[in-house]
């Protein structure tokens, strides 16, 4: 309970949106999403200047619910005079480095199955990242079973020496399922060897044009997650995913899919990327078929290279009636772009908060060549193979990389109202404008705080004054 006589001053980090008399407010750098009303404000501002809360009952005739009060000092939208919010984050994350080194955040595992693929998609990241590192040119195109499962085998003794039961593994590409004898062997060879110790997860990332009743009744029986994109109705998908011929490649994909559904395995969700090729063909409409086929999911990202120059708001329109249409439907709309919403329910002080599992050192990555990294889009190589079980040591890329994305340690990022949320967006973004020069960041962070708005503004819209803590004040 918060002493009354306690000198208290409103947090400079406070951030609000507002419909119609009521609004959202949360700290940029811990969080914490209220919605309160306008008296909550008013007793808020009350405190521009440092004041005790004391003064607050002599000036006012009514009073604020102490269980209030304690809420809005807990999530320190009132602080002590004394308290430095941003030193007590700099102290948070410096006790959080202990984690990095000794390998207790590594929980994910991704192959990198085939540097090849059959597709030649005009926004692939990686293959368009690929081009402006010597990935693209490592003779090791297909990972063997021998790297794979001595990868496995490494990957689980770090899980092992933190007392963690539960893997997850993903096969990634280029196209992985170029290289389906490898993933069905190492399928086998884990369910052999590791059934009794570790609850393992796996799940792909495929086109599905290579799709066969074999593979889907395969990946059905060890029950991988399928991950799989199309990026729209025919005429949007064919415009930006093609064969490289260039050929549309719709009808590859939906046959996949088909075959999927008659082992008994259908996908729940697709993946979607927009581009300034298939912007305008992309609508409801896709929602439409998504729940004809008995999915749940859409997931629609903007090309986070390209960074699309389509004017933002009209990119924010497009992407929340989709949103707010497939809700209506029971359709989830995520992206990228949600991100620095949904994590403002964590708090940095309470939890790593990034803006994903890769910088966070969650997860990593390994190609055909041996070689790790953060993730499988990334060109910035972070350790090796033949070191995996020391890669994270002090000092070392994947330390860098961690220590660098920490909350509060990104300079561009200080100020920003979801600075504690965002963590400076997308790495590849970052990688790619460094490698080519371009300057497309700034775009970027306006766009992950200007959609943040909306969706916080879509929250007003469905929540009730009622649910609110502050009431009372």
């Given at each position: 309970m918060v002493d009354?006589?306690?000198?208290?001053?409103?947090s400079a980090f406070i951030q609000q949106i507002?419909?119609?008399?009521?609004?959202?407010?949360?700290?940029?750098?811990f969080g914490y999403p209220k919605i309160v009303s306008s008296a909550t404000l008013e007793f808020l501002n009350y405190f521009l200047e440092p004041k005790t809360l004391l003064s607050w009952y002599d000036t006012h005739e009514t009073n604020a619910g102490q269980e209030a009060i304690d809420e809005l000092v807990r999530c320190y939208f009132l602080k002590p005079k004394t308290l430095d919010e941003r030193k007590l984050l700099v102290?948070?994350?410096q006790r959080r480095k202990i984690d990095i080194t000794n390998g207790s955040l590594v929980e994910y595992l991704e192959l990198i199955m085939c540097e090849s693929c059959n597709f030649r998609c005009t926004y692939c990241i990686h293959f368009n990242n690929l081009e402006i590192s010597d990935r693209i040119n490592s003779p090791k195109k297909f990972m063997s079973f021998h790297l794979a499962k001595k990868t496995v085998d490494k990957y689980l003794d770090i899980l092992k020496i933190h007392n963690k039961h539960v893997a997850e593994i993903n096969f990634g590409g280029g196209e992985p399922l170029l290289n389906w004898q490898v993933i069905k062997q190492i399928i086998e060879y884990c369910d052999e060897a590791y059934s009794g110790t570790f609850d393992i997860h796996f799940s792909i990332n495929t086109n599905a044009s290579l799709m066969t009743k074999e593979i889907a009744e395969t990946l059905k029986q060890y029950n991988v997650d399928i991950a799989s994109s199309l990026d729209g109705l025919q005429k949007g998908n064919d415009s930006v995913r093609?064969?490289?011929?260039?050929?549309?490649?719709?009808?590859?994909?939906?046959?996949?899919?088909?075959?999927?559904?008659?082992?008994?395995?259908?996908?729940?969700?697709?993946?979607?990327t927009i581009t300034e090729n298939n912007f305008h063909e992309l609508n409801e409409s896709l929602i439409d078929w998504a729940v004809t086929h008995g999915m749940t999911n859409v997931r629609i990202d903007i090309d986070v290279i390209g960074m699309v120059s389509i004017p933002i708001y009209e990119i924010i329109s497009k992407l929340m009636n989709m949103r707010r249409y497939g809700k209506r439907l029971g359709v989830d709309v995520p992206g990228f772009w949600s991100r620095p919403a949904e994590n403002l329910s964590d708090s940095p002080l309470d939890k790593r908060v990034t803006f994903c599992g890769a910088i966070e050192g969650n997860s990593i990555c390994v190609a055909p060549s041996g070689k790790i990294y953060s993730c499988g889009y990334s060109v910035d190589q972070i350790g090796d193979i033949a070191t995996i079980q020391s890669f994270y040591s002090f000092g070392s890329p994947y330390y860098k990389l961690v220590e660098d994305h920490l909350t509060g340690v990104m300079e561009m990022c200080k100020g920003c109202m979801i600075e504690g949320h965002c963590g400076g967006g997308c790495k590849i973004t970052?990688?790619?404008?460094?490698?080519?020069?371009?300057t497309k960041i700034e775009r970027m962070c306006n766009f992950y705080r200007d959609i943040t708005k909306e969706i916080l503004k879509d929250q007003l819209l469905e929540a009730s004054i009622e649910v609110t803590l502050p009431q009372s004040i």
């Amino acid at each position: 309970m918060v002493d009354n006589d306690n000198v208290l001053v409103r947090s400079a980090f406070i951030q609000q949106i507002e419909n119609d008399g009521v609004f959202v407010i949360w700290h940029s750098l811990f969080g914490y999403p209220k919605i309160v009303s306008s008296a909550t404000l008013e007793f808020l501002n009350y405190f521009l200047e440092p004041k005790t809360l004391l003064s607050w009952y002599d000036t006012h005739e009514t009073n604020a619910g102490q269980e209030a009060i304690d809420e809005l000092v807990r999530c320190y939208f009132l602080k002590p005079k004394t308290l430095d919010e941003r030193k007590l984050l700099v102290e948070t994350m410096q006790r959080r480095k202990i984690d990095i080194t000794n390998g207790s955040l590594v929980e994910y595992l991704e192959l990198i199955m085939c540097e090849s693929c059959n597709f030649r998609c005009t926004y692939c990241i990686h293959f368009n990242n690929l081009e402006i590192s010597d990935r693209i040119n490592s003779p090791k195109k297909f990972m063997s079973f021998h790297l794979a499962k001595k990868t496995v085998d490494k990957y689980l003794d770090i899980l092992k020496i933190h007392n963690k039961h539960v893997a997850e593994i993903n096969f990634g590409g280029g196209e992985p399922l170029l290289n389906w004898q490898v993933i069905k062997q190492i399928i086998e060879y884990c369910d052999e060897a590791y059934s009794g110790t570790f609850d393992i997860h796996f799940s792909i990332n495929t086109n599905a044009s290579l799709m066969t009743k074999e593979i889907a009744e395969t990946l059905k029986q060890y029950n991988v997650d399928i991950a799989s994109s199309l990026d729209g109705l025919q005429k949007g998908n064919d415009s930006v995913r093609m064969t490289k011929s260039g050929r549309g490649t719709y009808g590859e994909i939906t046959d996949g899919f088909q075959t999927l559904k008659r082992v008994g395995y259908p996908l729940n969700g697709i993946a979607v990327t927009i581009t300034e090729n298939n912007f305008h063909e992309l609508n409801e409409s896709l929602i439409d078929w998504a729940v004809t086929h008995g999915m749940t999911n859409v997931r629609i990202d903007i090309d986070v290279i390209g960074m699309v120059s389509i004017p933002i708001y009209e990119i924010i329109s497009k992407l929340m009636n989709m949103r707010r249409y497939g809700k209506r439907l029971g359709v989830d709309v995520p992206g990228f772009w949600s991100r620095p919403a949904e994590n403002l329910s964590d708090s940095p002080l309470d939890k790593r908060v990034t803006f994903c599992g890769a910088i966070e050192g969650n997860s990593i990555c390994v190609a055909p060549s041996g070689k790790i990294y953060s993730c499988g889009y990334s060109v910035d190589q972070i350790g090796d193979i033949a070191t995996i079980q020391s890669f994270y040591s002090f000092g070392s890329p994947y330390y860098k990389l961690v220590e660098d994305h920490l909350t509060g340690v990104m300079e561009m990022c200080k100020g920003c109202m979801i600075e504690g949320h965002c963590g400076g967006g997308c790495k590849i973004t970052h990688e790619f404008a460094k490698a080519t020069g371009t300057t497309k960041i700034e775009r970027m962070c306006n766009f992950y705080r200007d959609i943040t708005k909306e969706i916080l503004k879509d929250q007003l819209l469905e929540a009730s004054i009622e649910v609110t803590l502050p009431q009372s004040i």
